[in-house]
């Protein structure tokens, strides 16, 4: 399987084919599956796919059975030009692109071959803008634009061309157990990926990539590919999986910005006191990474562990890129006790005196930053999620728990709220909106 296609939005959300008749659709997805049995029977991209088509036009897996599909003679009527009041229509271009985007994404000699075979089968008056169609999507400077019937498939696979050719921020987080990674990866993704609170989990890497816009499917490759992963599945690891690492690719929910190709790189905590493979892994990872961004996150109710000082000197030593160590759940300060500046502050000069030259310290609320995201995305909160809510509602007003103050005034300027709306504000104070931004502009 092509890697990048973990990163590739379905384009079934505005498909035309919604809108057609079931005995159509049936027909439709016989043609494309005789393609995928024929040219990607052994990629799990093109089988699941397949299933996801099948799944969304249909509604069901259940109404659909495959039986020798014959190109000679059923093809037809996939291609007739149908009529519909005031215009002719057809889905004979749509059936190049779908059969591409599944079969041979990114691969065109593959692409050449399903090219040859289904446009033997067109009338000659179509052979030219078949090829057209065919060539534009290896080749953005084609246009199609004249084809109304591909322009929301083209439209998604420009976003999708597009996205994978820039070059991806690799992000590796690392923190000691109970930190608040998980929550933390999970506010900036915008959806429950990991699972927190967890420390009996495998040993591996956890890949979590964006993609372009939303289409709805959560994908995960941990030994088997899934394309609509549903909670549980995102939340069990594998016991197949031999390999150590696990990809998640899902649309990464954002207040304000662009979606831009992120990658996150998940490392085990490294403190686990019933696993040293965890530490061995994340140490390995952090020495063999390429990453544009090392995030420390520290606990900042427990700050100066021994365990902490024990990591932050093997980064010192093997890590030689960008880090921004990053000081988590500060909405548990108490007021009377400490000041959030001055413990800013004093991890500045722990930092320093350890070796890190003028090191970056940033504050967040990663579970406030979550809570906020949850309720602006329209996600149900349970009881005890919606006492934590308020309770952060309450707490994060207050102007020593503003977050986003502590901020550099560089990273300030271009964050936009354009909601005075109780969760935006909440997001806003968590400091996670000025963390993305830090993360976004990398590059
Ligand atoms: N109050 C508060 N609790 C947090 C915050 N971040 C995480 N937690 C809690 O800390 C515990 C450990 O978090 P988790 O994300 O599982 O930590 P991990 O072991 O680093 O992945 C969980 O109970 C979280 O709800 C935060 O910013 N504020
Ligand atoms: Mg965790």
Request: aromatic share 10%.
């Amino acid at each position: 399987m092509n890697p990048i296609m973990l990163e590739t939005s379905q384009m079934l959300k505005g498909h035309p084919l919604l809108s057609e008749k079931e005995n159509y659709k049936l027909k439709y997805i016989s043609a494309l599956e005789y393609f995928v049995q024929k040219y990607s029977a052994d990629d799990p991209w093109a089988m699941q796919t397949l299933r996801l088509y099948i799944k969304k036009l249909l509604g069901s897996e259940n109404n659909y059975e495959y039986s020798n599909f014959s190109l000679q003679h059923d093809i037809k009527s996939v291609l007739a030009t149908k009529f519909r009041p005031f215009k002719f229509f057809s889905y004979r271009y749509c059936l190049i692109v779908d059969c591409i985007f599944i079969c041979a994404y990114g691969d065109k000699e593959k692409g050449e071959q399903i090219f040859a075979e289904l446009s033997s089968i067109y009338h000659k008056r179509y052979q030219k803008k078949i090829r057209q169609v065919f060539d534009s999507l290896y080749d953005s400077s084609i246009s199609t634009d004249e084809i109304d019937q591909i322009q929301y498939l083209k439209t998604c696979w420009k976003e999708n061309r597009a996205f994978v050719e820039s070059k991806p921020i690799k992000v590796l987080v690392t923190a000691n157990m109970s930190a608040g990674k998980s929550t933390l990866l999970n506010a900036l993704i915008g959806k429950k990926v990991n699972k927190t609170q967890n420390d009996a989990c495998t040993a591996k890497i956890h890949n979590i990539v964006n993609k372009p816009y939303e289409d709805g499917f959560c994908y995960e490759l941990d030994n088997l590919l899934v394309l609509d992963a549903d909670y549980n599945t995102l939340m069990e690891d594998s016991s197949d999986n031999h390999s150590s690492e696990i990809t998640v690719g899902t649309f990464f929910r954002t207040v304000g910005r662009t979606s831009k190709r992120v990658w996150f790189i998940d490392t085990p905590g490294v403190n686990s006191s019933q696993d040293i493979e965890h530490r061995l892994l994340a140490e390995k990872t952090i020495c063999n990474t390429d990453s544009d961004l090392l995030i420390y996150l520290l606990n900042g109710e427990n700050i100066g562990t021994e365990d902490d000082r024990k990591h932050l000197l093997f980064i010192l030593e093997h890590y030689h890129g960008n880090i921004l160590f990053v000081v988590n759940k500060l909405d548990r300060f108490r007021k009377k006790e400490d000041s959030i500046e001055e413990t800013l502050n004093a991890v500045v000069s722990d930092l320093t005196d350890i070796g890190f030259e003028a090191p970056n310290v940033v504050p967040v609320s990663s579970y406030a930053a979550y809570l906020a995201k949850m309720n602006i995305f329209a996600e149900s909160l349970n009881e005890d999620e919606q006492d934590e809510y308020d309770r952060m509602l309450r707490k994060l007003k207050k102007p020593e728990y503003q977050l986003d103050a502590y901020y550099p005034d560089t990273v300030k300027t271009d964050i936009r709220i354009d909601s005075d709306d109780e969760s935006h504000q909440l997001l806003l104070h968590s400091g996670l909106l000025h963390l993305e931004n830090m993360i976004y502009n990398m590059r």
